[in-house]
């Protein structure tokens, strides 16, 4: 089977609430977190552009879906700031091993979205790395190496070629899923 | 019971998804039609902004959310376009008959989806008219009352003091609830 692309930003409130449910697609899925600002930013737009709309999804919206997962949401301090270290953490993680970096990516959005701690604070992204076992000073030099930012850069170019526009993303054999209430219709196909 | 409030723009392809299952909710509902591109002027965006989202709303997840439901989508003519002439004629006939009013949104919604009538066309929104027993020159005549057209402003303004800020939406108890896909969260209430 075609694995399920899930594209996501370590920044979005439902990026978080789709990852803490994925699992419960019994097929391969690709991880690839993406900066969603990088892709407005090309359509000169912002995610949550309108102040009303923030407020009920930050405020109402995401902590009532989070709920139904039993889980209590607590927005990242500063929100909303880029989330470059977990994106970079996460594709040097990759390069050498895939199936850790899911378990990093997991470990870091609860941190971001259940401790309230900072997207854009390396430091977060290197503690969420110790709890997969992964050493601090390397995964920090690794957060800083070239050819990790050049990956990212690459990583959201191609994201923006699959005409991804939002966070979470699925594509699942070639048909395009936006939003974490759209699982349903993927544990239905 | 207070009244659940149903916010709702004509030209929402999602507003139709929600007036096609909201008899679902065994609760009193006040429909109330609104313009968003009113709503969003006064935030200076527009709903449907960018071009991949807009596309993948109108060609991908409306039609196969439809298709759920057993609904064969057929965008309006014209798409985007604004839906005076059925809002109008929606506040005219609920100045003398809400439970008709009520009938009439679902007749007009079926015509601009499913039919692919233009939501600005004038005729479309009398034919709707029509299929609920009321008279077409009257209507006509209803929806170029300076009175309804007041009515329609006044709703707008109503809507914005509300926070509202997209279609459809639902107003329960004093919590808010975005979209189509938000009904089973208003059924578990």
Redesign the interface.
């Known amino acids: 089977m075609t694995p399920i692309e899930f594209y996501f930003d370590f920044a979005s409130p439902y990026g978080f609430l789709a990852a803490m449910q994925i699992d419960r697609i019994k097929r391969p899925i690709v991880w690839r977190p993406f900066l969603l600002g990088a892709v407005?930013k090309k359509?000169g737009?912002s995610p949550l552009?309108?102040?009303?709309?923030r407020?009920?999804v930050i405020k109402?919206?995401a902590p009532?879906m989070a709920r139904?997962l039993g889980l209590t949401l607590k927005v990242p301090h500063g929100f909303p700031e880029h989330a470059l270290p977990p994106s970079r953490a996460f594709y040097w993680i990759d390069g050498q091993d895939p199936v850790k970096a899911v378990a990093f990516a997991k470990a870091a959005y609860r941190r971001y979205w259940l401790e309230g701690r900072a997207t854009s604070d390396a430091d977060a992204a290197v503690e969420a790395g110790a709890t997969v076992g992964l050493d601090r000073d390397i995964l920090l030099a690794g957060i800083n190496d070239t050819s990790v930012k050049d990956r990212l850069v690459l990583e959201n170019e191609g994201v923006i070629a699959k005409?991804?526009?939002?966070s979470p993303f699925f594509i699942v054999d070639g048909?395009?899923?936006?939003g974490s209430?759209?699982i349903p219709?993927i544990l239905d196909k």
Chains 1, 2 share one sequence.
Do not use: N, S
């Open positions: 407005y359509f737009q552009e309108h102040p009303l709309k407020d009920y109402v919206d009532r139904r005409g991804v526009f939002g048909e395009p899923f936006w209430d759209r219709l």
